[in-house]
């Protein structure tokens, strides 16, 4: 058993790793601002988080080129580019009167008034990237969740902020309650964690079978939370068990609640939508897209339109009520980066890399560096890519049996200072099987 949970966490972490691996792309945006299709496309990297108005009429979206950006749902169009975190934006909240927050993988929180090209106010005091966001109900408050184990809530009007400390791993996941009354966070290590927003500030503590990705709390105080295993898990307000479905089988890593509590999306690492109707606990149907991560999922004011933004750049457009595409040629693709290693444990195992790592020569980098001809290279050294202090002061050539040590011990350990979050392969077959797909996909 210990095996198996070691095995989810370290997939999950692998799968997760795109989120603030060494530094983020830069990478000019060409945006269309012409009335477009039902996909909305401009970022030039994969779009991590989404945001949509109560009205339906706009939205923001973060991205790993290190932009969001302010769209229009009317016109299916750009309005402005956000251009200020020094990494990629894992994080959007929209406050009302048009405001947004933006936080990113370089540990920062910016808010944003309409038509300004610089934040009105920043937030800084984490010290790991922040991977998700949430305003509460009354929009006096927005918390943040980072892989420094923290949770904290900012006061949008002025005042310091709340750390709420307690978890042992990375916090990918917070939500509040829809009576403002609890705060929920979710986290790497195996926890669902109710904090009480009034009073003692002593969490309900939920142990949980897997690693979690993600959390969606319903107007009828229910909780949901999405696992490294592929399973939605139901939680009653003061975090009793209510149920599970599975979504599929990989890890799940973001969710959302439809506005009328019907339908949960939940959005996976390979590349497909889980529509599930909450009350009857069942799945209805899987939206199918071209095969990449869906970092993103948001539901429209009619709870039956579905925003998804994913790795191959674009935001689309769904019917959550027939599982259909709104535009038709939403499911183009390049194809699958890895069909020609299909049946190969290594390449399987890399899969969960592929959204933002190239192998071949001549491919770019993206969010992050190419790993063509990595072996018999020194650490920092891939061409055109801009790495961290940190790394380029290590005395470490990429072998066989240093990317397998680097997966046996964990970055921290082993490069210090990197970006990249703590993970291991605790398998050595599975080890092995990786660094023999990497050795035939990246020779020069």
Same mark, same amino acid.
């Given at each position: 058993?210990?095996?198996?949970?070691?095995?989810?966490?370290?997939?999950?972490?692998?799968?997760?790793?795109?989120?603030?691996?060494?530094?983020?792309?830069?990478?000019?945006?060409?945006?269309?601002?012409?009335?477009a299709l039902a996909q909305l496309r401009g970022h030039g990297g994969p779009v991590r988080a989404l945001a949509i108005s109560a009205d339906g009429q706009s939205a923001v979206s973060g991205s790993f080129d290190s932009t969001a950006i302010r769209w229009s749902l009317t016109r299916?169009?750009?309005?402005?580019?956000?251009?200020?975190?020094?990494?990629?934006?894992?994080?959007?909240?929209?406050?009302?009167?048009?405001? !947004?927050?933006?936080?990113?993988?370089?540990?920062?929180?910016?808010?944003?008034?309409?038509?300004?090209?610089?934040?009105?106010?920043?937030?800084?005091?984490?010290? !790991?990237?922040?991977?998700?966001?949430?305003?509460?109900?009354?929009?006096?408050?927005?918390?943040?969740?980072?892989?420094?184990?923290?949770?904290?809530?900012?006061?949008?009007?002025?005042? /310091?902020?709340?750390?709420?400390?307690?978890?042992?791993?990375?916090?990918?996941?917070?939500?509040?309650?829809?009576?403002?009354?609890?705060?929920?966070?979710?986290?790497?290590?195996l926890s669902v964690r109710i904090w009480p927003l009034s009073g003692a500030q002593t969490p309900a503590v939920v142990a949980m079978p897997t690693p979690l990705n993600a959390v969606a709390a319903g107007t009828d105080g229910e909780i949901a939370v999405g696992g490294a295993d592929?399973?939605?898990?139901?939680?009653? !307000?003061?975090?009793?068990?209510?149920?599970?479905?599975?979504?599929?089988?990989?890890?799940?890593?973001?969710? !959302?609640?439809?506005?009328?509590?019907?339908?949960?999306?939940?959005?996976?690492?390979?590349?497909?939508?889980?529509?599930?109707?909450?009350?009857?606990?069942?799945?209805?149907?899987?939206?199918?897209?071209?095969?990449?991560?869906?970092?993103?999922?948001?539901?429209?004011?009619?709870?039956?339109?579905?925003?998804?933004?994913?790795?191959?750049?674009?935001?689309?457009?769904?019917n959550a009520a027939t599982g259909e595409p709104v535009d038709p040629i939403l499911l183009e693709t390049a194809g699958d980066p890895l069909s020609a290693y299909a049946g190969d444990r290594g390449a399987e195992i890399f899969r969960a890399c592929v959204a933002c790592h190239t192998?071949? /020569?001549?491919?770019?980098?993206?969010?992050?560096?190419?790993?063509?001809?990595?072996?018999?290279?020194?650490?920092?050294?891939?061409?055109?890519?801009?790495?961290?202090?940190?790394?380029?002061?290590?005395?470490?050539?990429?072998?066989?049996?240093?990317?397998?040590?680097?997966?046996?011990?964990?970055?921290?350990?082993?490069?210090?200072?990197?970006?990249?979050?703590?993970?291991?392969?605790?398998?050595?077959?599975?080890?092995?099987?990786?660094?023999?797909?990497?050795?035939?996909?990246?020779?020069?």
């Amino acid at each position: 058993m210990q095996q198996r949970m070691a095995a989810i966490a370290s997939f999950a972490r692998v799968a997760l790793s795109a989120l603030a691996i060494f530094a983020a792309v830069s990478i000019a945006l060409a945006v269309d601002t012409t009335a477009a299709l039902a996909q909305l496309r401009g970022h030039g990297g994969p779009v991590r988080a989404l945001a949509i108005s109560a009205d339906g009429q706009s939205a923001v979206s973060g991205s790993f080129d290190s932009t969001a950006i302010r769209w229009s749902l009317t016109r299916n169009a750009a309005e402005q580019v956000l251009r200020f975190h020094a990494d990629a934006v894992n994080a959007v909240a929209l406050l009302g009167e048009g405001r !947004a927050a933006t936080a990113g993988a370089d540990g920062r929180i910016a808010i944003w008034s309409p038509g300004k090209t610089e934040p009105d106010t920043l937030f800084e005091g984490h010290s !790991a990237p922040i991977v998700a966001l949430a305003a509460s109900p009354d929009g006096a408050t927005l918390a943040s969740a980072s892989w420094d184990h923290t949770v904290r809530l900012w006061p949008l009007r002025g005042g /310091a902020p709340l750390v709420l400390d307690g978890h042992s791993q990375n916090v990918n996941g917070v939500a509040f309650t829809a009576d403002g009354h609890a705060l929920v966070s979710v986290s790497y290590d195996l926890s669902v964690r109710i904090w009480p927003l009034s009073g003692a500030q002593t969490p309900a503590v939920v142990a949980m079978p897997t690693p979690l990705n993600a959390v969606a709390a319903g107007t009828d105080g229910e909780i949901a939370v999405g696992g490294a295993d592929g399973r939605i898990y139901f939680l009653t !307000a003061g975090g009793a068990p209510a149920g599970e479905v599975a979504a599929g089988p990989r890890p799940v890593i973001s969710m !959302a609640i439809s506005p009328d509590g019907a339908l949960l999306a939940a959005a996976g690492i390979g590349g497909t939508v889980a529509v599930i109707d909450r009350k009857a606990r069942t799945l209805l149907r899987t939206l199918v897209g071209p095969g990449l991560p869906v970092w993103s999922v948001a539901f429209m004011p009619d709870s039956r339109t579905l925003l998804t933004g994913g790795a191959d750049n674009i935001i689309r457009r769904w019917n959550a009520a027939t599982g259909e595409p709104v535009d038709p040629i939403l499911l183009e693709t390049a194809g699958d980066p890895l069909s020609a290693y299909a049946g190969d444990r290594g390449a399987e195992i890399f899969r969960a890399c592929v959204a933002c790592h190239t192998l071949g /020569a001549g491919q770019a980098n993206r969010a992050g560096p190419s790993l063509h001809g990595i072996f018999g290279r020194r650490i920092a050294t891939a061409p055109d890519y801009n790495f961290s202090d940190a790394l380029k002061r290590l005395d470490i050539v990429w072998t066989p049996e240093t990317v397998a040590k680097l997966f046996e011990i964990g970055p921290q350990a082993y490069t210090p200072g990197t970006k990249m979050p703590e993970q291991r392969i605790g398998s050595e077959q599975d080890r092995a099987a990786l660094v023999q797909f990497l050795e035939r996909a990246t020779k020069k």
